[in-house]
């Protein structure tokens, strides 16, 4: 094995290793994947070109015992990690996740794995002056679900896995898996895949994480700060059975119609007319006329037609917009208009 540049300390190696699994003092993020606290010892894709090594099991803290959930959480990679050197010349590794299902623990090509996403892609070059392994990290963004596995897809040149004692721990699959190309069997086992993530949440299900790459994690329509600014409407009115508007920002658009008819104060309340409270002090009582509908949410001006609007007998009506923007800021406004007596 050549020897390596000095990218991380071996303390610093150790303080990787040892949190690999927990997740950052007081954020929501977790860490999954191998502990990247050996140095690769094979070149897995030598005898079979380009492949996709899938990692099924992996040693876990605090005591190495062998782990094969998967991600603990769902959520989006932000980071990635991988512990590997490149033999003669350079190698890619591209990150990525899959489905693996082994069938048959005593054998090899039992492993059924499916490509479910593709992350970043890494070029590591040989390096003979240095004298360890260096931890490679790199950013992402890619969605992940709760027991999906890490993989990579890497060329013959490229050393990435850990034997320990010949533990059949990963899976490898020549040619490479292709997202969407449904299930397909190993080629041979191989060892621990020297391969660790970092899991943010997403709540919003925007694709971006919560914790770095999302200022607004309520807002599915922002990943800088959130919008609070409600659509603006004007112009509102009612001629001729159409219902025109103007709005700042496209939205979602629904209006409810009411007629006005007799009413009568009753303590703090204005309710229909009757016998018995008719002496009462009068008010406006508006009741509703059929359900809600909906009309064009375009950005400037917009018109649609009021249900049976030529069939409204005489008196006076209200109608209540309300505009929904994207990121759920919501405006209400009203407009009355009359009918008149036909002659």
Do not use: W
Request: aromatic share 4%; net charge positive.
């Amino acid at each position: 094995m050549p020897k390596l540049h000095r990218c991380l300390t071996t303390p610093a190696l150790s303080l990787v290793a040892a949190l690999l699994l927990l997740p950052a003092a007081g954020q929501a993020s977790t860490i999954f994947g191998s502990r990247l606290n050996h140095d690769p010892t094979d070149t897995s894709c030598k005898m079979t070109g380009p492949c996709t090594i899938v990692s099924f099991i992996h040693p876990s803290e605090p005591n190495g015992d062998p782990y094969s959930g998967g991600a603990p959480v769902s959520g989006v990679i932000t980071k990635f990690r991988v512990r590997a050197y490149a033999l003669e010349e350079p190698g890619q590794v591209t990150f990525r996740v899959a489905d693996i299902n082994l069938t048959e623990p005593n054998n090899d090509n039992s492993a059924l794995a499916t490509a479910t996403g593709t992350g970043p892609t890494i070029t590591i070059k040989p390096d003979e002056t240095a004298s360890e392994t260096p931890i490679t990290e790199v950013g992402g963004r890619l969605p992940v679900k709760k027991g999906q596995h890490l993989a990579i897809d890497t060329t013959p040149s490229i050393a990435a896995v850990y034997n320990s004692n010949g533990s059949k721990f990963s899976y490898l699959f020549a040619p490479p898996l292709v997202d969407g190309s449904g299930a397909r069997g190993s080629t041979e086992a191989v060892n621990e895949l020297l391969v660790a993530a970092t899991i943010e949440p997403d709540a919003d299900g925007d694709g971006f994480g919560d914790e770095t790459q999302d200022q607004c994690p309520s807002q599915k329509t922002t990943q800088g700060p959130c919008d609070k600014t409600p659509p603006v409407v004007r112009g509102l009115g009612v001629a001729n059975g159409v219902i025109s508007y103007s709005l700042s920002e496209a939205s979602t658009v629904s209006f409810q119609l009411e007629k006005k008819v007799p009413g009568r104060k009753v303590g703090r309340k204005c309710v229909k007319q009757t016998a018995k409270n008719r002496s009462h002090r009068r008010c406006s009582l508006f009741k509703r006329i059929g359900a809600r509908f909906s009309g064009p949410g375009n950005k400037g001006a917009n018109k649609v037609t009021l249900p049976n609007g030529k069939k409204l007998g005489p008196g006076t009506y209200r109608v209540t917009m309300t505009a929904t923007d994207p990121a759920g800021n919501t405006t209400t406004k009203t407009t009355t208009f009359k009918v008149k007596k036909k002659k």
